[in-house]
C-alpha cells in the first residue's frame, strides 16, 4: 500500500526485538529507514536485509544515553535522508538484575533510567526541531505494560517506562500545535529473544494474558498505525499490546 511512501523514520533499538520489527514493517510500507542500534553489526544485517527487498535504509551506531552519539546519528540520517518524519524510541529492556526496591542492582537502575527515559529524551530533544521545520511528524515510544497496571518484581525497568509514558504525555500537549504526534505503545509480554530467555511462566502478566504473549510483529504493526496519515487525528494515546492482561 505504501502507507508511508516518501517518509523517513528513525527507529532505536533496531537491531533486534520490537525496533527491528517495525523498522521492517515500516520500510515494507515505502519509508525510507534509519537503524539506529548499539551494536552496530546487527543493525547492519537489518538495512542489508531491507536493500534486498529494495527498500532504502542506513545503519547507525547510537547509545541513546550518550547526546552526543545522538546527535551523530541524527546527523548521519538527515546527511543520507534530508529529514526524518517518523521516531520510534524502542532502545531498552530491562535484565534479571532488576527487582524490588529493596533488592535490586542499584548500577542496574540507573543504566535502565539512562537507557529507556534519558534515551528517549535525548532522541526526542534532539529529533523534534526536525520535525517542526518539516511541518511535522510521528513519534512512537515503546513503553510497557508494566508502567500501567504496575506489577512487582522489576522496580526499575516500571519506574523507566512509567517516565516514558508520562513524558509523553506533556510532550504530546506541548508539541500538537506545531503538527507532531507523540503516542506510546504499552506492549506486554513479548517474546524477543531477549525476553524469552529470561521470561517466567509464574509471571503477573503472562499469566493474565487472555490471548497469550505477542510477538514483535504485533507491537509493529501499530507502531506502523501510529506512523502513517491514517493516524493523524491520535496524539497524546497509550496503547495496549497485552492479550487482554490488563483487563483485570
Same mark, same amino acid.
Given at each position: ?38 551494536q ?13 527487498a ?10 541513546? &544515553?550518550?547526546?552526543? $552519539? *545522538? ?11 534530508g +529529514?526524518?518524519? /517518523? @521516531?520510534?524510541?524502542?532502545a ?50 515503546? &513503553?510497557?505494560?508494566? $508502567? *500501567? ?5 522489576a ?5 523507566? +517506562?512509567?517516565? /516514558? @509514558? ?44 487472555l ?9 509493529? &504493526?501499530?507502531?506502523?498505525f ?12 497509550v ?10
Amino acid at each position: 500500500m505504501n502507507r508511508l511512501s516518501g517518509k523517513i523514520a528513525l527507529v532505536t533499538g533496531a537491531g533486534n526485538g520490537i525496533g527491528k520489527a517495525t523498522a521492517l514493517a515500516l520500510s515494507r510500507e515505502g519509508a525510507g529507514v534509519i537503524l539506529a542500534d548499539c551494536q552496530p553489526g546487527i543493525a547492519s544485517e537489518v538495512a542489508a536485509e531491507i536493500e534486498r527487498a529494495d527498500g532504502s535504509a542506513l545503519a547507525v551506531k547510537v547509545d541513546v &544515553s550518550d547526546e552526543a $552519539a *545522538v546527535d551523530a546519528a541524527v546527523c548521519d540520517g538527515l546527511a543520507r535522508f534530508g +529529514k526524518i518524519n /517518523v @521516531l520510534v524510541n524502542s532502545a531498552g529492556g530491562g535484565s534479571t538484575k532488576d527487582g524490588p526496591v529493596t533488592e535490586l542492582d542499584l548500577d542496574e537502575f540507573w543504566r535502565t533510567i539512562r537507557v529507556d527515559l534519558f534515551g528517549t529524551l535525548l532522541t526526542c530533544r534532539r529529533v523534534i526541531p526536525e520535525m517542526v521545520s518539516s511541518g511535522g511528524g510521528s513519534i512512537i515510544n515503546i &513503553s510497557s505494560l508494566r $508502567a *500501567v497496571i504496575g506489577t512487582h518484581g522489576a522496580d526499575a525497568y516500571t519506574a523507566s +517506562k512509567g517516565g /516514558v @509514558l508520562s513524558m509523553s504525555r506533556a510532550m504530546s500537549m506541548q508539541w500538537a500545535r506545531h503538527g507532531v504526534r507523540i503516542n506510546v505503545l504499552a506492549p506486554g509480554v513479548v517474546l524477543t529473544e531477549r525476553v524469552a530467555a529470561f521470561i517466567k511462566p509464574d509471571d503477573p502478566i503472562y499469566q493474565k494474558s487472555l490471548l497469550g504473549p505477542s510477538e514483535p510483529e504485533d507491537v509493529a &504493526s501499530l507502531a506502523l498505525f501510529l506512523a502513517s496519515d491514517e493516524a493523524r487525528k491520535i496524539t497524546g494515546t497509550v496503547m495496549r499490546v497485552d492479550g487482554g492482561a490488563s483487563i483485570y
